[in-house]
């Protein structure tokens, strides 16, 4: 079974429309996250949820907003998409403090 | 804030040689330290963390990595490595206890490349 499993895994829109990425962990972990890995492979955290709750927002377009309907499930939904969106998106969970977070496979949104 | 530093965006080395990574961080508080690689088009695979106790941990793969408070380093090293080593490598950092942020910082990776 996958821990934490990303739909879809590729993603190619155009500019100006509205997509969701979907998030799912089998852990039952408390922590959810989303990165944001850019063309230089660079690693931004973007959002992070405990327990449904929002508790870390970066500096990130109000375009973005995470759902999180239960512990289980983080979503990311952006609307009005841009060329400097696209990237691979990866969804991660972890326990609580001190523990590793697990990666999903990743989304590779190509915006055109 | 914290922040964690790969000084090298590329290390070379031949197979069967000592490999050596490096990461520096800087948080506020006790660091936890982690070890992740990534294979091409894939997602980023844990190696091994730094939570408390001895400073040598120990991971995945035969990875070890060091974790020296002084020079606040926690380099990642494999005493032999091999062609399938080759990948990218993150160090990531976080804190704990009062005030912690939750978050979890990678750093801009390493790429790794061992030559047969």
């Known amino acids: 079974d996958t821990a934490v499993s990303q739909t879809p895994k590729y993603l190619v829109t155009q500019m100006g429309n509205d997509k969701s990425i979907k998030c799912e962990q089998n852990l039952g972990h408390d922590t959810m996250y989303w990165y944001k890995q850019d063309s230089k492979k660079f690693l931004k955290i973007m959002f992070s949820y405990n327990n449904k709750e929002l508790i870390i927002n970066e500096t990130v377009p109000n375009r973005f907003s995470p759902k999180s309907p239960d512990k289980a499930h983080l979503n990311l939904h952006i609307n009005s998409l841009e060329l400097g969106d696209s990237a691979v998106y990866f969804c991660?969970?972890?326990?609580?403090?001190?523990?590793?977070?697990?990666f999903g496979q990743g989304t590779r949104l190509t915006v055109v | 804030a914290q922040s964690v530093a790969q000084p090298e965006d590329q290390v070379n080395v031949a197979e069967g040689n000592p490999l050596t990574v490096k990461c520096t961080y800087s948080?506020?508080?006790?660091?936890?330290l982690f070890w992740y690689v990534q294979y091409p088009n894939r997602g980023l695979q844990f190696l091994l963390k730094?939570?408390?106790?001895?400073?040598l941990v120990k991971g995945s793969y035969g990875f070890e990595a060091e974790f020296n408070k002084s020079q606040t380093s926690f380099h990642l090293k494999k005493p032999s490595a091999l062609v399938s080593d080759s990948a990218l490598y993150f160090c990531?950092?976080?804190?704990?206890?009062?005030?912690?942020?939750?978050?979890?910082?990678f750093g801009t990776g390493t790429l790794l490349a061992v030559q047969p």
């Open positions: 991660a969970s972890r326990r609580r403090e001190g523990t590793e977070a697990f």
């Open positions: 730094y939570i408390t106790g001895d400073n």
């Open positions: 990531a950092v976080t804190t704990e206890g009062r005030g912690a942020t939750n978050k979890l910082i």
């Open positions: 948080v506020s508080g006790n660091p936890y």
